[in-house]
């Protein structure tokens, strides 16, 4: 009995994994071109991200009804709330782009959301080890994601860096600023992830 519920831990994780690079690869994919483009992309955005809300909750509902986990609870939640944290942002991110009209991103957001979906496909693969309890295993993902998550700071640092360099409309530097900070945000809520990997590892290899 107890074994079907402890699976079912690792399939919540799994769900939420999914969910997470699947919206990570619409919001890396999708063209904007015009400001319709622009309310598709934030009104999909909300739909992954009231998606996975869905899949936090069936976790926390079953953490308060199940004696026996395959991992520490907090664990399990906190692995649950930081990919959450990151599909949140990226949500965040396309309702800026919306609210300032934006619809075009420049490289540095482009940098931003290649080395993010770097850090989410490695999510992807350490959760998939975790369920197969590959433990160990998981520290090079970890590894990885926080590398990623490294560029992301030199991408913040330059781009704003290039933002007043360059820009001389005031209320473009504040709206490009909110973008570039959001999203290395994001990068850090990957970096959380991978720190829980750690613990993980730490208390269970």
Do not use: W
Not at 42 to 49: G, L, R, V
Not at 57 to 74: A, C, K, S, Y
Not at 153 to 160: E, H, N
Request: a negative charge; glycine letters at 0%; one cysteine or more.
């Amino acid at each position: 009995m107890f074994r079907k519920k402890e699976d079912q831990f690792y399939l919540h994780l799994a769900n939420i994994a999914a969910n997470l690079k699947e919206s990570m690869n619409y919001f890396t994919d999708y063209k904007l071109t015009s400001s319709e483009d622009l309310v598709i992309f934030s009104e999909k955005m909300k739909e992954y991200e009231k998606k996975g809300d869905t899949l936090v909750h069936q976790v926390i509902r079953d953490l308060n009804t199940v004696f026996i986990t395959p991992i520490e609870r907090e664990d399990i939640l906190a692995l649950a709330m930081n990919m959450d944290d990151i599909l949140d942002g990226l949500e965040h991110t396309a309702a800026y782009f919306d609210m300032y009209s934006i619809t075009s991103a420049d490289k540095y957001m482009l940098q931003f959301v290649e080395a993010i979906q770097k850090c989410v496909i490695e999510i992807e693969k350490a959760i998939h080890l975790l369920t197969n309890k590959n433990l160990l295993q998981i520290r090079e993902n970890a590894i990885k994601i926080k590398d990623h998550e490294s560029q992301c700071d030199i991408v913040l640092r330059t781009s704003i860096k290039h933002l007043f360099h360059s820009e001389k409309d005031p209320i473009r530097i504040l709206q490009y600023k909110e973008i570039y900070e959001e999203l290395e945000k994001v990068a850090d809520y990957c970096q959380n992830v991978a720190n829980t990997f750690e613990a993980i590892i730490m208390k269970n290899a």
